[in-house]
């Protein structure tokens, strides 16, 4: 293959812009929760479950796990573009990444609405 | 005045050095450029560039105790002693001080930094309003010295990508100008995930900026704009 630089993917808008949004969502759960349990007189486990008992404080968290992949996978191929220079190697860890935070997506299910 | 400078000849040396200097000088007013170009009258071998002297040419960027800046307009008293100079980081040394600028005019080229506009020349020059004028202010003063640049670490991990502040606030120098029609090329252009978006908004470039510019501010408005055009 040609050794040339290539660039002009024309992407990189999108993630930016998901970046931030997510940022948001997640800085709005941790506020909610810590905020919450600020207000409870103790913390324990029935407090806890209590907490996520409703479908709606499960989609929040859901939300906010989702956000937190979909920011970490950017996070993670910025760095991974700095620093591993051969591009196959850089494809194979996206790719490793991708199916990781998946499997993290389908596990947070099974965890909120597990129990 | 003490001073430790780099010192490097591909022809002599097998590795770059520092070299002490002691300069019998009192400093007063005193520019850095002032006490290099003295210590090049105690040795004439030390490399460095130098020309309009009043910070407008952008000839003598270089890495002054760990900060990027132009010697001429750095006034000696502000700096702490042993002053150590280095040429400006992440790019190719030619000799001493001296650094290979090709990389970053490559990439200054890259974003077209001449107005584009179809229409036939009008008889007097293209008028803008004052008020459209004003839009240029903080961008058009860039000297390309190359401090902001070789002070980004994007622009160190990839400098064939990404094109650096010095070339992203030309960009937007250009998307500003009302004069311009490229403004949807131009923001193609840019739309990449190393060439604009390897910029994590650190500000290195604002904080080093002899001209006081601020590249980050102008790169934020490149990508408002491209959300604008999106949303």
């Known amino acids: ?115 | 005045m003490k001073f430790k400078i780099y010192r490097y000849n591909p022809d002599k040396d097998a590795a770059p050095y520092m070299q002490e200097y002691d300069l019998k000088f009192e400093a007063g007013d005193a520019m850095l450029l002032d006490a290099l170009m003295m210590l090049r009258e105690q040795d004439d071998s030390l490399g460095f560039r130098k020309s309009c002297r009043e910070g407008v040419c952008g000839s003598d960027a270089m890495n002054i105790n760990g900060r990027n800046g132009l010697a001429c307009v750095t006034p000696l008293s502000s700096l702490k002693q042993p002053i150590e100079i280095r040429p400006l980081p992440g790019l190719p040394v030619i000799r001493d001080l001296i650094v290979d600028m090709s990389q970053f005019f490559k990439q200054y080229h890259s974003i077209k930094p001449y107005l584009v506009n179809n229409d036939p020349p009008p008889e007097t020059e293209r008028l803008q309003s004052p008020k459209d004028r004003a839009e240029l202010d903080g961008l058009y003063e860039c000297i390309l010295c190359g401090c902001c640049t070789t002070s980004c670490p994007s622009f160190w991990w990839n400098p064939d990508k990404f094109v650096g502040p010095a070339g992203l606030l030309q960009a937007y120098r250009f998307i500003a100008d009302t004069r311009d029609q490229a403004t949807s090329e131009r923001l193609d252009n840019l739309e990449d995930p190393y060439r604009l978006f390897r910029c994590h908004t650190i500000m290195n470039c604002a904080d080093v900026c002899p001209k006081e510019l601020n590249p980050t501010e102008a790169i934020g408005k490149i990508k408002d704009m491209m959300v604008k055009r999106i949303v």
């Open chain 1, 1 to 115: 293959m040609l050794n040339r630089v290539v660039t002009g993917a024309h992407y990189g808008l999108r993630d930016w812009l998901v970046q931030r949004i997510t940022a948001v969502v997640m800085v709005l759960f941790v506020l909610f929760v810590v905020g919450d349990l600020l207000l409870q007189p103790r913390v324990d486990y029935d407090v806890w479950t209590r907490l996520f008992s409703s479908n709606v404080m499960r989609s929040f968290a859901l939300l906010f796990l989702l956000s937190l992949f979909y920011h970490a996978w950017i996070g993670v191929r910025d760095i991974v573009m700095d620093y591993i220079n051969l591009a196959s190697v850089r494809l194979l860890v996206h790719v490793v990444v991708i199916f990781a935070l998946l499997m993290y997506s389908i596990w947070s299910v099974q965890i909120l609405w597990g129990f």
